[in-house]
């Protein structure tokens, strides 16, 4: 793990100016070290020596308030900084990564666990307030504070300026020793935690049915068994950290001890003067103290560490192609020699699919599950690129076209839309966020769920029927202009009265748009212009109705 990442740098860039504001504030306090041991160290020796009294240490003594009160400015400038910095880092690196998870699309998404996503972008971003809170300024201090004091040491005592840059290095060397394996037990732990957060996001998720099955109780001890696992291994991690700490400060105290000894005995043998003696002894510890503090703040930092690692290997997943054209033409869409691929699949989900939708048709996709209807369907989104083919609308290849440019111009109703909490007519303008209230109520009417716009509902559509939901989505859809709608079995899951009105909906939507709709029931089958049969991801059948 390394101290300052260069990936830190280059994806939340506030990390360049808090510490470019680091080097300078430690530069001040490094300064403000020297100078305080200095006027310590010529005070204390003028009392023991001459006699001086507090009228002749007056400026001295002015000299050492004005460095206390500069040093207590710089430690609040510090923290300051730092926790302004952390602010800004974490939302930029959110920012980031929300973004390309989006630019990486729902076919890089399926592969992943979303509730290790969603740990990663929440409480494994927030643990960075550590790292710049306490790790990283010590780490700047650590690296000018030391050669500043050793710098000032050399012409006053070249023995204990030897002695001091002999055993620097053993508290480092100690440290990355600790810190391998501190790292590893830190990586496991919030592996663990985002996998007990996956894990309990799909308890939730699933609770209804663990309860019909009686399996609620089974997955309560698993859930306990993990948090246990994870806090067993928190309390490993804590016990190195501070055995770790304990370390460093014998080796730090060992080390002053040494140089304590030398200036005393040469001290008393006449050798070294009381104000130089006076000078070591102040600076010497403030010499060991950043490198110390940095192993004791090293362990505050990890986890933070570990979580940007993280968020860096999902910002380094090479997105799809973009294309940059953003005229999208009106014409046709036709599919020629289309072939995905899916890498845990020995069979194409796609293959050499031709097929030909033209404006204003309804063209309704039919065949056993599996067959590649969702695929297609992910194809014509752009959210799935095919491995060979092309897809062409209006004689231009989609994929020239700038995706968000072709989604402005799709709209699409899956199996199972998701609603979020709020109410009903929020949700309806989810992709048009600045309908005005009569569009939105118009397009509830034409999607029969006028009746219940004015509904709140909770994450998911908690409060809505199967049904209540499907006409939600609809109503999406008729509140958009997109000439080109796309429908993932719309009746799926609903009783004959549900279906009866999202048929009746999905009808109004049709009139002066393309629709292309997976279906399986015949309801549905008998709304389409045109019915295409497929099977092991081939096209075996088109027959106009």
Not at 90 to 116: A, I, M, N, S, Y
Not at 507 to 517: D, H, I, K, P, Q
Request: hydrophobic letters at 50%.
């Amino acid at each position: 793990m390394k101290p300052l990442d260069p990936r830190l740098l280059r994806y939340a860039q506030a990390t360049r100016w808090y510490l470019a504001a680091s080097v300078a504030l430690g530069l001040s306090v490094a300064g403000l070290i020297v100078a305080q041991a200095t006027l310590l160290a010529g005070g204390i020796t003028d009392v023991f020596l001459h006699g001086a009294g507090l009228h002749a240490l007056r400026g001295t003594l002015l000299a050492l308030g004005a460095v206390v009160v500069g040093r207590a400015v710089a430690a609040w400038a510090q923290e300051l900084a730092a926790h302004r910095a952390s602010a800004a880092v974490k939302t930029q690196l959110r920012e980031r990564l929300l973004d390309h998870v989006v630019r990486l699309g729902p076919g890089w998404l399926t592969g992943q666990r979303g509730g290790e996503l969603t740990t990663l972008a929440t409480r494994g971003v927030d643990a960075l307030d550590g790292y710049f809170s306490r790790y990283l300024p010590q780490l700047v201090l650590a690296s000018i504070v030391p050669f500043i004091v050793l710098a000032r040491l050399v012409p006053a005592d070249l023995l204990a300026t030897v002695t001091i840059a002999v055993t620097l290095p053993l508290i480092p060397i100690f440290m990355a020793l600790i810190g391998l394996t501190t790292e590893a037990r830190n990586r496991r732990s919030f592996r663990m935690l985002t996998r007990l957060a996956h894990h309990f996001l799909d308890v939730v998720a699933g609770l209804p049915t663990l309860k019909v099955f009686g399996r609620a109780k089974a997955q309560a001890e698993t859930i306990r068994r993990v948090s246990d696992e994870h806090r067993r291994a928190t309390m490993r991690t804590l016990r190195l950290a501070f055995l770790s700490s304990l370390v460093l400060e014998l080796i730090s105290t060992i080390s002053v001890a040494l140089v304590a000894v030398a200036v005393g005995l040469r001290l008393v043998n006449g050798r070294l003067d009381l104000h130089t003696a006076l000078l070591v002894l102040v600076l010497a510890p403030e010499a060991y103290l950043p490198l110390r503090l940095v192993g004791t703040h090293f362990h505050a930092s990890t986890e933070g560490l570990a979580a940007a690692e993280q968020v860096f290997s999902v910002l380094e997943e090479e997105p799809p192609p973009r294309g940059a054209r953003t005229d999208v033409p009106a014409g046709p869409i036709v599919l020629s020699d289309v072939t995905v691929r899916y890498p845990d699949r020995a069979v194409p989900a796609l293959d050499g699919v031709d097929l030909t939708i033209v404006p204003g048709e309804v063209v309704a996709l039919a065949g056993p599950s599996g067959c590649g209807k969702s695929t297609l369907l992910s194809v014509l989104l752009g959210f799935v690129v095919p491995d060979a083919g092309r897809v062409i609308v209006g004689g231009v290849n989609v994929a020239d076209l700038d995706p968000d440019a072709w989604r402005r111009h799709v709209v699409w109703m899956s199996q199972r839309p998701y609603l979020f909490a709020g109410t009903v007519a929020d949700n309806i303008r989810l992709g048009t966020p600045d309908a005005p209230p009569d569009a939105v109520r118009s397009a509830a009417e034409a999607a029969l769920a006028a009746d219940f716009l004015d509904t709140r509902v909770g994450d998911g559509g908690a409060g809505l029927s199967a049904g209540q939901r499907q006409r939600v989505s609809l109503a999406r859809a008729f509140l958009s202009e997109a000439p080109l709608v796309l429908l993932d079995e719309p009746t799926a899951n609903l009783d004959g009265e549900s279906e009866a009105a999202v048929l009746e909906a999905v009808r109004r939507l049709a009139a002066g748009r393309t629709v292309v709709l997976v279906a399986h029931r015949p309801a549905l089958l008998a709304l389409a212009d045109r019915v295409v049969r497929m099977d092991a991801g081939r096209v075996v059948e088109a027959v106009t109705t």
